[in-house]
């Protein structure tokens, strides 16, 4: 799994947006759950989103409800994360995992993935 914020990276200001991606090689993302963590300086690690794309499932945890969609583009096997309306507590290193679609998803929940990908910084400016 590899995680990016993209060419311009992640810093943006409050109120902005940004879309992470994280592509997988080796597997199918359809065949995965795929999970959004973020862990902010001092703070446990936290699921944020995730899907199941084989199943049209997501998952948002509260607080990012209504900012942040998590999509999966099959023919790019690609997850991503689309964050809009972003605020300073959103600052974090942003991960993605994946893990068999047969565990469901409280893996996501145990944030006990079976990979993971190197964590990008998002850091929202006020």
């Known amino acids: 799994l590899r995680c990016s914020a993209g060419v311009w990276g992640g810093l943006v200001q409050a109120g902005g947006s940004l879309r992470l991606s994280c592509a997988a090689s080796?597997?199918?993302?359809?065949?995965?759950?795929i999970g959004w963590f973020r862990q902010a300086p001092g703070k446990e690690r936290e699921g944020v989103a995730c899907i199941s794309s084989s199943t049209d499932v997501t998952y948002y945890v509260d607080s990012v409800k209504g900012r942040f969609t998590v999509s999966s583009d099959s023919a790019v096997n690609t997850v991503y994360l689309s964050m809009n309306i972003l605020k300073p507590e959103d600052t974090a290193v942003y991960s993605c995992?994946?893990?068999?679609?047969?565990?469901?998803?409280?893996?996501?929940?145990?944030?006990?993935?079976?990979?993971w990908g190197k964590g990008t910084q998002v850091t929202v400016s006020s």
């Open positions: 995992g994946a893990a068999y679609i047969d565990r469901g998803l409280v893996s996501f929940f145990l944030n006990d993935m079976d990979s």
């Open positions: 080796g597997f199918s993302v359809d065949d995965y759950i």
